[in-house]
């Protein structure tokens, strides 16, 4: 199993698999890697409009 940060919230893990995650747009992330998680898909919809970024996988984070 795969850990990541919730993009909304301090320290927070949450499990790969089921996370939302956004690459691209204004996404200012660390290694400039340009993704994020959420363990809400409501935060997720939210940022992806806030940051101009588009929805992937996990599948796709991973062979990246």
Do not use: C, H
């Amino acid at each position: 199993t795969y850990y990541v940060n919730d993009y909304t919230q301090d320290n927070v893990l949450i499990t790969a698999e089921t996370a939302f995650f956004l690459s691209g747009g204004t996404i200012q992330s660390p290694m400039r890697g340009g993704i994020i998680a959420f363990s809400s898909e409501n935060d997720a919809k939210e940022f992806k409009i806030k940051l101009k970024a588009k929805p992937v996988t996990w599948e796709a984070v991973i062979s990246k």
